[in-house]
Nanobody, 125 residues
Framework: QLQLVESGGGLVQPGGSLRLSCVVS????????IGWFRQAPGKEREGVSC????????NYADSVKGRFTISRDNAKNTVYLQINSLKPEDTAVYYC??????????????????WGQGTQVTVSS
């Protein structure tokens, strides 16, 4: 069974850092782009970052460029999202999702087929 499990969220002060992990099971990451998304209370879900199946291509939302870094370790079936310089507006539930790709790209606007349950990130002093 295909499964994605996020971890690493928590309560952090503004300016702090977190590293989120997305562990996948039931399939190999080799053919999937992975995206990170977030949803804050009362707001629509937002695509944050994605990484291609090989890891060679990444995309970021303008709101997180320079602060977030996505990476993947296919041998560990894990994708990471390093979040630095956290701001209160980064508070949200963060989800990872998998998109079956037949090319070496990723797109935050693709229809991602598989989703994790999310991990809460709260930025507050």
């Amino acid at each position: 069974q295909l499964q994605l499990v996020e971890s690493g969220g928590g309560l952090v002060q503004p300016g702090g850092s977190l590293r989120l992990s997305c562990v996948v099971s039931g399939f190999t990451l080799d053919y999937y782009a992975i995206g990170w998304f977030r949803q804050a209370p009362g707001k629509e879900r937002e695509g944050v970052s994605c990484i291609s199946s090989s890891g060679g291509r990444t995309n970021y939302a303008d709101s997180v460029k320079g602060r977030f870094t996505i990476s993947r370790d296919n041998a560990k079936n894990t994708v990471y999202l390093q979040i630095n310089s956290l701001k209160p507006e980064d508070t949200a539930v963060y989800y990872c999702a998998a998109d079956r790709r037949y090319d070496s790209s990723c797109n935050l606007y693709s229809k991602y087929e598989y989703w994790g349950q999310g991990t809460q990130v709260t930025v507050s002093s």
